[in-house]
């Protein structure tokens, strides 16, 4: 009798648990939906347990729910750049790094990939080149990778409180995942892949604290133009 009101009562917490989780993970997607479109910001501290904590699950669930699973690393990187916005304001920019993927390379760029990533040559044939000037004279560190290894390596042998980075979504949550203990900001690319990527840089200016005029007119074609990137700089 005592083994079978056991098994009751074991079966009886294992069902909460499970209805807990599923309304935890179902309440997660309805307040990322609502920061998506409306730009509202909900009980962050759950949304950020959840997609910490249940991350593989929760796009496993979104995805039997007929929503792609990317939207669990989009609604990651916009809480996080939300409860991060305020401080990373604050934080000098001789403080920050900012790190952008070798993707965004044109394709033929002659830089090298050494220890510490790409050494760009500012050749002016793509975005990189630009960001990395104009970042460089704010006081930032700058970086360009391949890839999570060389991430790895860029906070082991460097000094910094901020990260500002550019990757597609997925790369973006996991990395501001990680760097939880940094203030993170994070740009996703417009369009991602091995190669060829674009990102709006527009939008990777204003996070460095670029103040941009409301008439200048943004390209977001990542083309070889020289003129194309330069001659939009405020
Ligand atoms: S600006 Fe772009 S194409 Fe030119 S060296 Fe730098 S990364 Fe390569």
Do not use: W
């Amino acid at each position: 009798m005592l083994i079978y009101d056991f098994y009751q009562i074991f079966g009886q917490v294992v069902i909460i648990i499970v209805i807990s989780i599923l309304s935890l993970l179902s309440i997660t997607l309805i307040l990322g939906g609502i920061l998506i479109r409306e730009n509202k910001l909900i009980f962050p501290k759950v949304l950020l347990f959840t997609l910490d904590v249940f991350y593989s699950f929760l796009k496993k669930f979104s995805e039997n729910l007929g929503v792609d699973g990317k939207i669990v690393d989009q609604i990651g990187v916009e809480v996080r750049n939300k409860v991060n916005e305020k401080h990373f304001k604050k934080i000098t920019t001789n403080d920050k790094i900012l790190v952008l993927p070798h993707c965004l390379r044109h394709s033929d760029c002659e830089a090298n990939l050494e220890t510490a990533g790409l050494v760009c040559k500012n050749c002016n044939r793509c975005v990189i080149g630009v960001l990395k000037d104009k970042g460089e004279d704010l006081g930032y560190q700058v970086f360009i990778i391949p890839g999570s290894t060389f991430l790895k390596k860029i906070i082991e042998e460097n000094d910094f409180k901020a990260v500002l980075g550019v990757a597609c979504y997925q790369d973006l949550n996991l990395a501001m995942m990680k760097l939880n203990k940094f203030s993170c900001q994070g740009v996703p690319l417009l369009r991602d892949g091995c190669v060829n990527t674009k990102v709006d840089y527009k939008a990777v200016l204003e996070k460095m604290g670029v103040k941009l005029e409301k008439k200048v007119e943004v390209n977001r074609d990542n083309s070889c133009n020289k003129k194309s990137y330069s001659d939009k700089l405020p």
